[in-house]
C-alpha cells in the first residue's frame, strides 16, 4: 500500500478574499485507490452547526459587540445581533435575521439575509422558513407604530405599541394582519398557507388569498402532492368545530382529537371527542367525512392509521375490550391491543398488530392470530413487499424469532433491534445471545458460528439486500465484519457509522485508535475512516449531526463520532477536526480494472 499527500492552495472570493488550504492525498492497493481531499472549512469554535448535507459549517463570531456570520471560514457582514441561522433543506442557500442600530443595547431595526443578500428593514422579523425543496423562502415582517391618547374622564394619557404582520414571499410582502400563525409549505413549494386574524375574526391564508373567516383556525394540512388543503375551523359565533377540505365545510363538533388530522391525495380523516347524554367521554373516527361507530375514550386513543392505498384501521374500545377496526369491520374482541403496533405494509395489502388475551400475546395478521407467547416485543415488522412478517416473542425465558409463523431456535435473549429486513425484503436478521459474552448473528433463520464475540451491534444490510456487516466487540478491541469476513481491529467503532455505498460495493466507517501513554499522562487518540478495509486520516475528532439536523456535536476520546456520508456510488465525505481546523474530508474511490 502506498500513501502519498501534497498540498493545494485555493482562493475564495467573499467579501474580501479568503485562501483555504485544501490537502489531498491518496490510498493505492492492488484492487483500488482512495483519493483524499481535505477542505479547511475554518477555525473550531463552540455554537457551530453542518449544514443538512453535512458539507458546510457555519457559526456566528463576536467582534467588538459585533456579530459576523461565518460560513465555512468565510466572514460575512457585521451586525449588531444575527440570529435564526438556517440552511435550505437542500443545503444550497442560508438564511438569517440581522439587528441595525441600537437603544439601550437593543436592536431597532431587523432584516433578512439570504445568501448574502438583504432585505428589506422591519421593526421585526420571526418566523422564517424555507420551502421542502428549499427554492422558496417565507418569513413574517413586523410593523410597529406608537398609538397615543389625551388624559379624559376615563382615564389619564397614555401611549401603546400596536403591531401589524405581513408575510413576505420570496421578497414580496403580504396583506397586514393583528396576528399571524404558522407558516405551512406544501411539499413541492408550489403553496404556502397560514392562519391569520384581523379584526377579532380568523382566517386561512392560501397563497395571499384569505378563506372564508371563523372565529379560530387549528392544525393545517397539505396533501403529499400539494393539491389538497385541510384545516381545523371553529365557528364566528359558535363553540363547534370543524374540518374544513378543499373550501368544503364538514359536521360540527365539541372537539378534534390533537394530531389525527391527516389529509391524503385521495382521503382524509380525522378524531373527534364528546360527552354523550349520560356524562361518558366517547369518541369516533371521521373518514371522507363519513362517521365511524361510537367508541369510548381510552388513552392513547383511537390512533388511526392510513395505508398507502388509503385504507383506513384504528383501535376501539367498549368497555375494557379493544377491537381492531379496519376499512370499516371490526376485528375480534381482545383484552388489550398495542396502539403503536398497529401498522401495514407498505403495499397496504397485510395489516398487523399485537394483541393480549389473558395473559398471554399474539400477532394478528388479516385478522388471523399467530401462536400465543408470554410477551412480545415491540412491533410486527412487515416486508417491503408485504409478503413475509416477522417479530420477537418470548416463552418460558426463552426467545425465537417468528417468520411467516415458524420459529427459530431458542435464545436467552435477543439484541436490539430485534429483527430486520434486507430492503429488498427477501432476507432478515438478528442478534441473539446463549449465555455471558456469547452473542451470535443470525441470517435468514441460520446462526452463524463464525460470528460469536462478546458483544455485537450496529447490523447493517447493503441496498442491494447481499451484504452483511456489523461491528463485532472482543475485548479491548472491536472489529468490522462484512459477509463473514473480519476487518482490522481497533479501540472503537464508530457507533452508528457503518454505512454502505449505494450500490454495495464498498463500505465505510469511523474507527479511534487510542495512543500509549506518554509517562504517566495520557494522551488523546486519533479517528479513522475506514472504506472497504483501507484506513485513511488521523483526526483528533469528527462532527456528527443530532436528529434534528441543525444542531452539531463534537465527539472525541473515543466517544461516538460522525458517519460517512456516500452521495455517489464512488464518492463519500465526513466532517472532521484537526489542529483546531474544520475540514471535509472527501474520499473519492477508484477501482482498479
Not at 203 to 223: K, M, Y
Not at 369 to 380: F, S
Not at 421 to 437: Q, V
Amino acid at each position: 500500500m502506498r500513501n502519498m499527500f501534497l498540498a493545494v492552495l485555493i482562493m475564495v472570493l467573499g467579501p474580501g478574499i479568503v485562501f483555504h488550504v485544501c490537502y489531498g492525498g491518496q490510498v493505492e492497493t492492488d484492487k483500488m485507490n482512495l483519493v483524499v481531499t481535505e477542505t479547511s472549512l475554518g477555525e473550531c469554535v463552540s455554537g457551530r452547526g453542518p449544514s443538512p448535507d453535512s458539507r458546510h459549517i457555519v457559526y456566528v463570531q463576536e467582534r467588538d459587540h459585533k456579530q459576523v456570520l461565518v460560513l465555512d471560514g468565510v466572514e460575512g457582514k457585521e451586525f449588531n445581533e444575527i440570529g435564526g441561522v438556517q440552511f435550505s433543506p437542500d443545503s444550497m442557500h442560508i438564511v438569517y435575521r440581522a439587528g441595525l442600530g441600537t437603544k439601550k443595547g437593543y436592536s431597532t431595526k431587523w432584516l433578512v439575509v439570504l445568501d448574502g443578500k438583504e432585505g428589506k428593514e422591519y421593526d421585526e422579523v420571526s418566523e422564517i422558513c424555507f420551502s421542502p425543496s428549499g427554492t422558496r423562502l417565507a418569513y413574517v415582517a413586523h410593523y410597529k407604530r406608537q398609538q397615543s391618547w389625551p388624559a379624559s374622564s376615563r382615564g389619564p394619557a397614555g401611549t401603546r405599541t400596536l403591531t401589524t404582520y405581513h408575510v413576505v414571499l420570496d421578497g414580496v410582502e403580504g396583506k397586514a394582519y393583528d396576528k399571524i400563525g404558522k407558516l405551512t409549505f406544501s411539499r413541492d413549494g408550489s403553496h404556502l398557507a397560514y392562519s391569520a386574524e384581523r379584526a377579532g375574526k380568523c382566517f386561512v391564508v392560501l397563497d395571499g388569498a384569505e378563506l372564508p373567516a371563523c372565529g379560530r383556525v387549528g392544525n393545517i394540512q397539505f396533501s403529499p402532492n400539494g393539491k389538497r388543503i385541510a384545516y381545523e375551523a371553529r365557528g364566528l359565533r359558535d363553540p363547534k368545530w370543524h374540518v374544513v377540505v378543499d373550501g368544503k365545510i364538514g359536521a360540527p363538533y365539541d372537539k378534534i382529537r390533537e394530531g389525527t388530522l391527516s389529509v391524503t391525495d385521495k382521503h382524509f380523516f380525522y378524531a373527534i371527542e364528546y360527552t354523550d347524554a349520560q356524562g361518558v367521554p366517547k369518541q369516533h373516527v371521521v373518514f371522507d367525512g363519513v362517521e365511524g361507530r361510537e367508541y369510548e375514550v381510552y388513552h392513547p386513543g383511537i390512533m388511526p392509521c392510513l395505508s398507502p392505498g388509503g385504507r383506513l384501521a384504528y383501535i376501539g374500545w367498549r368497555g375494557k375490550k379493544a377491537v381492531v377496526v379496519a376499512d370499516g369491520v371490526e376485528g375480534k374482541e381482545y383484552d388489550y391491543v398495542d396502539a403503536f403496533s398497529l401498522c401495514f405494509s407498505p403495499d397496504g395489502t397485510r395489516l398487523a398488530y399485537c394483541a393480549k388475551e389473558g395473559e398471554e400475546y399474539c400477532v394478528v395478521v388479516n385478522g388471523v392470530e399467530g401462536k400465543h407467547y408470554d410477551k412480545i416485543e415491540g412491533r410486527p415488522l412487515l416486508s417491503p413487499s408485504g409478503e413475509h412478517v416477522v417479530y420477537a416473542a418470548k416463552r418460558d425465558a426463552k426467545w425465537v424469532v417468528v417468520f411467516d409463523g415458524s420459529e427459530s431456535q431458542e435464545y436467552e435473549s435477543l439484541g436490539y433491534p430485534w429483527v430486520f429486513f434486507s430492503p429488498d425484503g427477501n432476507r432478515f436478521a438478528f442478534f441473539a445471545t446463549r449465555g455471558p459474552k456469547d452473542r451470535l448473528v443470525v441470517v435468514d433463520g441460520v446462526a452463524d458460528p463464525k460470528s460469536q464475540c462478546e458483544y455485537a451491534h450496529n447490523l447493517v444490510f447493503d441496498p442491494t439486500g447481499k451484504h452483511l456487516a456489523y461491528v463485532a466487540v472482543r475485548e479491548p478491541k472491536m472489529l468490522v465484519v462484512e459477509d463473514g469476513l473480519e476487518g482490522p481491529s481497533y479501540d472503537k467503532i464508530g457507533e452508528g457509522s457503518l454505512y454502505f455505498s449505494p450500490d454495495g460495493k464498498h463500505l465505510a466507517y469511523t474507527a479511534y485508535t487510542a495512543s500509549p501513554p506518554l509517562g504517566s499522562s495520557p494522551r488523546p487518540g486519533k479517528w479513522h475512516v475506514v472504506v472497504d478495509g483501507l484506513e485513511t486520516g488521523n483526526y483528533d475528532s469528527l462532527v456528527s449531526i443530532r436528529v434534528t439536523g441543525r444542531e452539531a456535536v463534537q465527539y472525541s476520546n473515543g466517544k461516538k463520532p460522525s458517519w460517512p456520508v456516500f452521495d455517489a456510488a464512488d464518492h463519500m465525505y465526513v466532517l472532521a477536526v484537526r489542529n483546531n481546523e474544520y475540514v471535509r474530508v472527501d474520499i473519492q474511490i477508484i477501482e482498479k480494472k
